[in-house]
Each structure stands twice: as structure tokens, then as C-alpha cells.
């Protein structure tokens, strides 16, 4: 369905080197970048940039040609994506549904979307999560083939952001196919089937669906302790030591390691490979090829979907971390769910 091969494009700072994957009829493909590359990247497909080197091809036609043969069958949600703030929710609705001569019902999508008891209410006086949900409710109403969505669940609720991954889910099963893109990587792994890191590098995919990797700790392996281990990182000129248990999770960041303290986030020397090692004894789980988390911390288990789960933690900013579905059952066996 949407091919990028080798797309380079640099422009006001932003650029796109190497960029290469495709996304088949039906997938979702997640994407962690700055919104600005997101937004460049999105105006190539839509036809408004041409890429300065590479091919981007859209069911085997140009951006170009197929906008011009299959018309308003690409739907674009943008971070900042404005409505008519001074229209009730089914009022914007049906203008849409009338603009797009959609042969969708747009009631049936407002009721998907947990709409339609707003149906009366002007838009202004929404939340944030609200507004969202109805700018998802207006491009379905595309009935889209592709479908551009830039931060899907950024600062959403977790009743909307849940409401937005099984809408994803559904699309997908329906044909349409998915770029989602997202300034975190806890949110590209979240939402999409795949997950690519952008840097400028290039394009790295993140395994979203890992298998239990053997010599982690289980159920019933024989306890160990260390009588003093402490994990070092370092800011500035100085080294700071930090106890286990002071530690909420770790994030591998373009190679690094991050250690997140109380809300605070702290470079560190050692791989994510070392630091699995030293801590496997003191709770700490691998949740996803780039997290480890400290079980202590771990507040709830969501289910986002059949495929999509994370773990809430009771640290001091709420955070919530991917769990993939290939480490689920041995999460369980730890503690003995």
C-alpha cells in the first residue's frame, strides 16, 4: 500500500535520511520523530514536497497521481488540528458527512467513539480528549485507505486513548492502512503493528512483539541478593550512584541508557544489557526490548487491545510503560497472576 525506499529530504532543519519501509493493506506502521518531521513527512506523501532523493509510492503511484485519481481517500490528523470550535459536535459531524458524500452513517461513528450523548454540545466547551475523538470521527468518515495520525494518544485520557487504539484496530481489519508517528517511543509502540526510531541515522524498527528471552528471572529461580549495587549515572562532570530501588524504569535512547528517578531522567553509562544483569535480582523486568521496569512500581496492567498492553506505575508522574505481548505470560509467572 505505501512504500518509502531510501527517502531523503532536508528542509528548515528537519530532514529524512534514508528512510525506508513499507506498510501493507490493513497495517499500522508507528514512527517516534519530532512533529516537524512528521509534518514533512506527511506533506510528501500528500504530494506537497517532492523528496529530494528516493521513491514514495502509493499503491504503486506517485503521491502526486494518486491524489489526483482517488481524491480525499488519504485521512490527516495533525497534533494542532482545529475545528469549528463554535459548532455542535453532530452539527460538525453531519457538515462533513454532507461535504464528503460519505455513504458511512455518521451517527453509528459517533456512537464508536463514545460521541454521541454530545451530540448538542458545542465543541468549545470539550475537553482535549473529546476534541480528538471527534477529529477521528470526521476523517473516518473519508472511509480512508491511508489514513496520516500524528500523536494519537498524546495527552489523551485513558478511556480516549483506548477508544483510539480499537479504532485503529478496527480500521486495520477493514483495509485501511496506518502512519502513525509520535514524539515518545512509549506511544509508537503502543499503537502501531511496527515501530521505527527516526534520527539522523536514518530509520531503526523497534521489535514490538518480542518473545521471553531466556536467562531472565522467573517464578521459581533460586533468589539471590547482592549485599551492595548501585547503578551509576552521570550528569555534568559527576557521577551519580543510585540505589535500585530508587529507580522507576529505564529507556534505551538512540543506544543510551536513561534512568528515571522520581521524575527525573538520568544518562547512564551502562547498556541495557548490563543493567538487566545487575538488577534482574531486585525486581526489575524487561517489559519491552527498550524497558526495564521496576515491578515495585507497577500500579495496574491495561490492556489496550488484543495486542496492545502497558504498565501503569505509582511513580511520581504516572508513567506508563509499553509492555510487549510476547513478555505478558511471563510477567504473570512472576507475579503469579
Same mark, same amino acid.
Given at each position: 500500500?505505501?512504500?518509502?525506499?531510501?527517502?531523503?529530504?532536508?528542509?528548515?532543519?528537519?530532514?529524512?535520511?534514508?528512510?525506508?519501509?513499507?506498510?501493507?493493506?490493513?497495517? =499500522?506502521?508507528?514512527?517516534?520523530?519530532?512533529?516537524?518531521?512528521? #509534518?514533512?513527512? #506527511?506533506?510528501?506523501?500528500?504530494?506537497?514536497?517532492?523528496?529530494?532523493?528516493?521513491?514514495?509510492?502509493?499503491?504503486?503511484?506517485?503521491?502526486?497521481?494518486?491524489?489526483?485519481?482517488?481524491?480525499?481517500?488519504?485521512?490527516?490528523?495533525? $497534533?494542532?488540528?482545529?475545528?469549528?470550535?463554535?459548532?455542535?459536535?453532530?452539527?460538525?459531524? !453531519?457538515?462533513?458527512?454532507?461535504?464528503? &458524500? =460519505?455513504?458511512?452513517?455518521?451517527?453509528?461513528?459517533?456512537?464508536?467513539? #463514545?460521541?454521541?450523548?454530545?451530540?448538542?454540545?458545542?465543541?468549545?466547551?470539550? @475537553?482535549?480528549? %473529546?476534541?480528538?475523538?471527534?477529529? /477521528?470521527?470526521?476523517?473516518?468518515?473519508?472511509?480512508?485507505?491511508?489514513?496520516?495520525? %500524528?500523536? +494519537?494518544?498524546? &495527552?489523551?485520557?485513558?478511556?480516549?486513548?483506548?477508544?483510539?487504539?480499537?479504532?485503529?484496530?478496527? *480500521?486495520?481489519? $477493514?483495509?485501511?492502512?496506518?502512519?502513525?508517528? !509520535?514524539?515518545?517511543?512509549?506511544?509508537?509502540?503502543?499503537?502501531?503493528? $511496527?515501530?521505527?526510531?527516526?534520527?539522523?541515522?536514518?530509520?531503526?524498527?523497534? &521489535?514490538?512483539?518480542?518473545?521471553?528471552? =531466556?536467562?531472565?528471572?522467573? #517464578?521459581?529461580?533460586?533468589?539471590?541478593?547482592?549485599?551492595?549495587?548501585?547503578?551509576?549515572?552521570?550528569?555534568?562532570?559527576?557521577?551519580? *550512584?543510585?540505589?535500585?530501588?530508587?529507580?522507576?524504569?529505564?529507556?534505551?535512547?538512540?543506544?543510551? @541508557?536513561?534512568?528515571?528517578?522520581?521524575?527525573?531522567?538520568? +544518562?547512564?553509562?551502562? !547498556?541495557?544489557?548490563?543493567?538487566?544483569?545487575?538488577? $534482574?535480582?531486585?525486581?526489575?523486568?524487561?517489559?519491552?526490548?527498550?524497558?526495564?521496569?521496576?515491578?515495585?512500581?507497577?500500579?495496574?496492567?491495561?490492556?489496550?487491545?488484543?495486542?496492545?498492553?502497558? /504498565?501503569?506505575?505509582?511513580?511520581? +508522574?504516572?508513567?506508563?510503560?509499553?509492555?510487549?505481548?510476547?513478555? *505478558?505470560?511471563?510477567?504473570?509467572?512472576?507475579?503469579?497472576?
Amino acid at each position: 500500500m505505501l512504500t518509502i525506499k531510501d527517502l531523503y529530504k532536508d528542509k528548515m532543519n528537519q530532514s529524512l535520511k534514508g528512510l525506508t519501509f513499507q506498510a501493507e493493506k490493513g497495517s =499500522s506502521i508507528s514512527l517516534e520523530c519530532s512533529n516537524e518531521t512528521s #509534518a514533512l513527512l #506527511a506533506d510528501i506523501i500528500l504530494g506537497k514536497e517532492l523528496p529530494a532523493r528516493g521513491e514514495v509510492l502509493i499503491d504503486s503511484l506517485t503521491p502526486k497521481d494518486y491524489c489526483r485519481r482517488h481524491p480525499g481517500t488519504i485521512g490527516v490528523i495533525f $497534533k494542532e488540528d482545529p475545528l469549528y470550535e463554535k459548532m455542535t459536535v453532530e452539527g460538525y459531524l !453531519s457538515f462533513f458527512y454532507k461535504l464528503f &458524500n =460519505s455513504d458511512m452513517d455518521y451517527r453509528d461513528v459517533m456512537q464508536k467513539l #463514545a460521541l454521541l450523548d454530545l451530540g448538542t454540545v458545542m465543541i468549545k466547551n470539550l @475537553s482535549y480528549s %473529546q476534541k480528538r475523538r471527534i477529529s /477521528l470521527a470526521r476523517e473516518i468518515l473519508k472511509n480512508p485507505v491511508l489514513f496520516i495520525f %500524528q500523536e +494519537p494518544i498524546l &495527552n489523551m485520557d485513558r478511556d480516549g486513548a483506548r477508544l483510539i487504539i480499537e479504532s485503529i484496530k478496527e *480500521l486495520c481489519t $477493514k483495509g485501511t492502512t496506518f502512519l502513525l508517528t !509520535s514524539l515518545h517511543l512509549k506511544d509508537a509502540i503502543l499503537v502501531g503493528d $511496527k515501530a521505527y526510531r527516526l534520527d539522523e541515522d536514518g530509520c531503526v524498527e523497534i &521489535n514490538n512483539n518480542e518473545l521471553p528471552i =531466556s536467562g531472565r528471572i522467573t #517464578a521459581d529461580e533460586d533468589k539471590k541478593t547482592y549485599t551492595i549495587e548501585k547503578i551509576p549515572a552521570k550528569i555534568e562532570d559527576k557521577i551519580l *550512584l543510585f540505589d535500585p530501588m530508587e529507580i522507576d524504569y529505564i529507556e534505551s535512547e538512540d543506544g543510551f @541508557s536513561c534512568l528515571f528517578v522520581r521524575g527525573e531522567k538520568f +544518562p547512564s553509562s551502562l !547498556s541495557m544489557t548490563e543493567l538487566e544483569e545487575r538488577l $534482574k535480582y531486585f525486581g526489575f523486568f524487561r517489559s519491552h526490548r527498550s524497558y526495564l521496569v521496576n515491578l515495585q512500581r507497577v500500579r495496574e496492567v491495561i490492556t489496550w487491545s488484543r495486542n496492545s498492553y502497558s /504498565l501503569n506505575l505509582d511513580d511520581k +508522574p504516572r508513567s506508563s510503560i509499553p509492555l510487549s505481548k510476547g513478555r *505478558l505470560e511471563e510477567l504473570k509467572d512472576i507475579l503469579k497472576l
